[in-house]
């Protein structure tokens, strides 16, 4: 349906910024909640940030409040996840992906509320 693709991930030191792309092909995505996503190896994929279509409400993970940013940008089909002060807990594979309902007002939701996953890109916090 919908082609998400993630990047802007790599190898930063504790303390620094990673902004995370999420391109969409196919499909426009400007019209669904948008969530930003992470998974360390043997958690759970969890919830990190989410946006509404238009971009009025958002939502954020206790543990990245104050200090990831999420935006997008609708005529470019992409959503940002701007981190900053990280730290090495971050580390994680970030995802993102689209909520499965037409402009819902909702900023999140649950994780089962969300399809068309990325593949992900790796974002390595080192103390």
């Known amino acids: 349906q919908v082609q998400l693709v993630e990047s802007g991930g790599g190898l930063v030191q504790a303390g620094g910024s990673v902004r995370l792309s999420c391109a969409a092909s196919?499909?426009?995505?400007?019209?669904?909640?948008m969530g930003w996503f992470r998974q360390a190896p043997g958690k759970e994929r969890d919830v990190v940030a989410a946006i509404t279509w238009s971009g009025g409400r958002t939502f954020y993970a206790d543990s990245v409040k104050g200090r990831f940013t999420i935006s997008r940008d609708n005529a470019q089909n992409t959503v940002y996840l701007q981190m900053n002060s990280l730290e090495p807990e971050d580390t994680a594979v970030y995802y993102c992906?689209?909520?499965?309902?037409?402009?819902?007002?909702?900023?999140?939701?649950?994780?089962?509320?969300?399809?068309?996953w990325g593949q992900g890109t790796q974002v390595t916090v080192s103390s």
């Open positions: 992906a689209r909520h499965t309902v037409w402009r819902s007002t909702l900023a999140y939701e649950s994780r089962e509320s969300y399809t068309d």
């Open positions: 196919g499909r426009p995505f400007n019209v669904y909640t």
